[in-house]
Each structure stands twice: as C-alpha cells, then as structure tokens.
C-alpha cells in the first residue's frame, strides 16, 4: 500500500509539473497506471489509484487552465475521462490471464486510441467552432483549433507515454516476482543454471 500512494503522488504531481512544460503535454503515466491496474493488481483499492491521480490532478489542471486560458472543463467532460480510464482498467483486467508484451502493448495501443477517439469525439460534438461534419469530425481528430498545437501531437505525447509507462511498470512487476522467486509475470520462461 505505500508503494501504491507513492505511485498516485507521483503520478499526480507528473500531470501538474508538464502543465509548465508545454513540450511535454499529455505525456502522463495515469492511463498505463490504470491499464496495469487491470493487468497487474485484483485489490479494489489499488485499481482506485489511477483514478484518484486523475481526480486529484484534473482539480488544480481545472483552476489552471481557468487562470491562463480562461477555459473550464465540464463535468461531462470530466467524466467522459474517467469512464475512459475505466475502459482501459478493464481492458487490463480481460488480457491479464493472458499477459505477454503483444497483449501489453495491443492493450495499452487500444486504450490510448479509445481516449482518443473518445475525447475528441466529444470536443467535436460539444465545441461550435468545429463543423458537424465528417470534415469537422477530422479536423477535431487532426489539427483541432488552429490557435492550439495539433490534437494529433497530444495523442502522439499520449501514446508514447502509454507505452513507455506500461513497459516501466511491467519490468518493475517483472523484476519483483522474480526476486521473490515466483514465476514471470508475463509468460516468459526461466532459464534454468
């Protein structure tokens, strides 16, 4: 269990310290967080963390982006998030009896495109400055508004910090269990000396 706070600080504190390094936007651990709860963890509490990061997190990313950008999110929006994290816990827990690095990765691969596509999605259908058209629908998924960076850059940030986050805490759940002598987590077989 400290491990597990010491995870949901860090990964709170991540998402507030890349508010103030631009280049680093979207590049957060809580969606690997919450997909390797699924994979890797069956107690209720834990599977909790990554979404208490998000909630603790989103409160002051809320009142920062109110102060510079004058721009609040919605409760919708607030749990359209949520329920995508939901998503990938649970696209977690249905590869966890089969955990190998191509289910990690088609996994984590899947999550990230479903908050995507989801997010997005949901900008283009509740922002009027977005055509209701399949040529808006794209332009939301692409470019987005042209006084921002490209919403294909925040998925790209995504992404990458999915997987590479995934892979981290995958290693880490792959060392312990070795150092304890159990077997690998991930289906790998032991060499025998």
Known sequence: MPLAIVVLVLAAAWRVFILYVPGLSNFSPVMALAFCAGVYTRD???????????VVSDLYIDQYYA?????QWSFGG???????????????????????????????????????????TAAWAGDMAYS???????????????????????????????????ACFALAME??????GAPSLLGLKQVRR
């Open 67 to 71: 102060s510079v950008y004058h721009y």
């Open 44 to 54: 209720r509490w834990l599977r909790l963390a990554p979404f208490l990061a998000l």
């Open 78 to 120: 607030a749990v359209l998030r949520v329920l995508c994290f939901a998503a990938a816990l649970g696209i977690g827990a249905a590869i966890s009896g089969r955990r190998n690095w191509v289910n990690l990765a088609g996994g984590v691969l899947a999550s990230s495109m479903l908050f995507y596509l989801v997010t997005n």
């Open 175 to 180: 060392y312990a269990s070795l150092r304890r």
């Open 132 to 166: 209701h058209t399949v040529a808006g629908w794209w332009q939301a998924l692409t470019v987005g508004h042209p006084q921002y960076e490209p919403t294909i850059f925040f998925f790209r940030n995504s992404l990458v910090s999915d997987l590479a986050f995934t």
